[in-house]
């Protein structure tokens, strides 16, 4: 990914746009690179929730396995929160 060179101003002037463009660039101020914006890889939510669901289903299989019900498994979580407020609250 090649870097384009920027003034502060223009930077400052246009950054919605440059944070939606995606492209590497250096920002400078008289010629002097000051600081770099790397842009973030843009999520996509379509793949983000397919991967959630099939964590879910995996999950969910894990816990058939385990032949516990929703309920034991919420007790069960209930009882550990519990213990670690306590824990906190005591100081340990």
Request: charged share 35%; hydrophobic share 35%; no cysteine.
């Amino acid at each position: 990914m090649e870097t384009e060179k920027i003034g502060i101003r223009e930077f400052r002037e246009n950054l919605a746009g440059y944070l939606e463009g995606g492209r590497l660039l250096a920002i400078t101020r008289h010629g002097e690179t000051l600081g770099l914006f790397i842009p973030a890889q843009k999520r996509n939510r379509k793949a983000e929730v397919e991967a959630m669901r099939a964590a879910a289903k995996e999950l969910d299989a894990l816990i058939a396995t385990w032949g516990a019900s929703e309920d034991e498994l919420m007790g069960d979580y209930k009882d550990i929160r519990r213990s670690a407020r306590e824990k906190r609250r005591n100081g340990q």
